[in-house]
């Protein structure tokens, strides 16, 4: 597959092809072929990200925007929607937001209700990580295969600069202290649904100047915990980085380039709506109707 590693991603492909074969953000030829439908049950967030704005609108085609907040029986009616619609071509159910998924009751039992009524399909959760550790087993229990985990930095001081605050057991953390005990989470989280036998990819967004020099190691130490892909994925400047700019294409690829040392990395993210269903390779995207730039394919194709 254009983009991967073949001799590493031969390995996770064979034991694994079940799920990553079918799964559009695993697979670049899934990618073109498979639909996902993600669910938006989680408005609630437990970390502050200083690139993040959350919203509901129709038009923004970006993670942690959504058009309304589901109830978990309004999930499962938009599961059997896309089924009807694409039929076997359905193959992931996602919960992505738009806010943090493991924060929000809402997110277990739409997994609940879905996974009774349909057993077959994947179960995908993509999520901060700072609960990941607590939540794992419920996860497990409830049939969820792969987990997608954004992890931006290493080192608590780079970290302090991406994130404001970190909100844990009942408790507001800012600067280093907060994010101390994210990275813990986070690293810990991979390797628990690891050893769970979930398949994790880890997204990273790249934030020129902050994070660059670090990606690399980020990649080495979840390679370690028990990750198999890596998603690098450019910074949309929003909120208090609005006026920092996104890498350019050329960044982008030196440093997929370097972390694919460690994990294989897939180059067709589309940094999709956390309600957002279809075939991602083949789906139009609101902003072609709402008067907003497109940004060009290659750019997140890298």
Not at 246 to 257: D, F, G, K, N, S
Request: proline residues 6%.
């Amino acid at each position: 597959m254009r983009g991967l590693k073949e001799e590493r991603w031969g390995e996770v492909g064979s034991k694994f092809a079940h799920l990553t074969s079918v799964h559009p953000c695993y697979s670049e030829r899934a990618h073109f072929k498979f639909a996902r439908v993600h669910l938006p049950v989680a408005p609630k967030c437990n970390i502050q990200c200083r690139f993040c704005t959350r919203s509901l609108n129709k038009c923004e085609y970006r993670p942690g925007v959504a058009g309304c907040i589901d109830t978990p029986e309004q999930a499962l009616k938009r599961v059997e929607d896309a089924a009807k619609k694409f039929g076997d071509g359905l193959r992931v159910v996602g919960i992505a937001g738009p806010g943090e998924p493991l924060f929000n009751e809402a997110t277990f039992e739409a997994f609940r209700l879905v996974r009774e009524r349909f057993p077959d399909l994947i179960l995908c959760v993509a999520s901060n990580g700072l609960l990941l550790p607590d939540t794992v087993g419920a996860l497990s229990e409830l049939g969820v295969r792969t987990v997608t985990v954004t992890i931006n930095a290493v080192s608590p001081e780079t970290a302090a600069k991406i994130y404001a605050w970190v909100r844990y057991g009942g408790e507001t953390l800012r600067g280093v202290e907060g994010v101390r005990l994210l990275l813990k989470k986070q690293y810990e989280g991979v390797r628990l649904a690891t050893e769970n036998g979930m398949l994790v990819k880890i997204n990273t967004v790249l934030i020129p100047e902050i994070n660059d020099k670090e990606v690399e190691e980020i990649a080495k130490r979840v390679k370690e915990a028990g990750a198999i892909l890596m998603n690098v994925i450019p910074l949309i400047p929003l909120h208090e980085f609005k006026d920092r700019r996104p890498p350019t294409c050329e960044e982008l690829r030196e440093v997929r380039q370097k972390a694919s040392k460690y994990l294989p990395q897939f180059r067709l993210c589309r940094q999709c709506r956390a309600d957002a269903v279809g075939i991602p390779g083949v789906e139009v995207h609101e902003w072609e109707r709402c008067g907003s730039p497109a940004v060009a394919s290659e750019y997140f194709h890298g």
